[in-house]
């Protein structure tokens, strides 16, 4: 078993060529939960991800030196949309989700983000202090609010 140390992860900027790859992690990735509602549509769950691309705002994950994900950070008025967090089931579980969300969370900024219910990134961002202020029969709205101090 490899621990989180032997995981050597960085972020990059996304080009427009990267929405192919995270598009196809997507699938993967939400694939489970999207069955569980009912909703697993394969080619709806790449559509809707390269409709809403925004290379910009996007950075790749990589894992010693291979992709390994995507996660974006969308300027809002409000504060910042975390979207598009997605990691390889093979990175899963191994404290790189932990480590990215330590690395881009800021306390002066308020982020919100929406995820699919009793999914396990609903728990990841719960450890993160990451609350739910809506939700819906699918997916649930969270917000971490900026510190105050």
Do not use: C
Not at 8 to 25: F, G, H, S, T
Not at 112 to 119: E, M
């Amino acid at each position: 078993m490899t621990s989180e140390l032997d995981l050597a992860w960085r972020l990059r900027p996304a080009v427009p060529d990267d929405a192919d790859p995270i598009a196809e992690l997507r699938a993967i990735v939400l694939r489970p939960d999207l069955e569980r509602l009912g909703l697993f549509d394969p080619t709806r769950v790449r559509r809707r991800f390269k409709t809403a691309f925004l290379p910009e705002h996007t950075s790749i994950v990589e894992v010693n030196g291979a992709f390994a994900g995507s996660i974006a950070l969308r300027p809002a008025e409000n504060g910042v949309w975390l979207e598009h967090f997605y990691l390889s089931p093979t990175t899963q579980g191994r404290g790189v989700g932990t480590a990215i969300l330590h690395k881009v969370l800021t306390d002066e900024k308020v982020f919100r983000l929406n995820v699919l219910r009793d999914s396990p990134a609903q728990r990841l961002y719960e450890r993160h202090n990451f609350t739910t202020y809506a939700q819906d029969p699918t997916d649930l709205w969270m917000i971490r609010t900026a510190s105050r101090s």
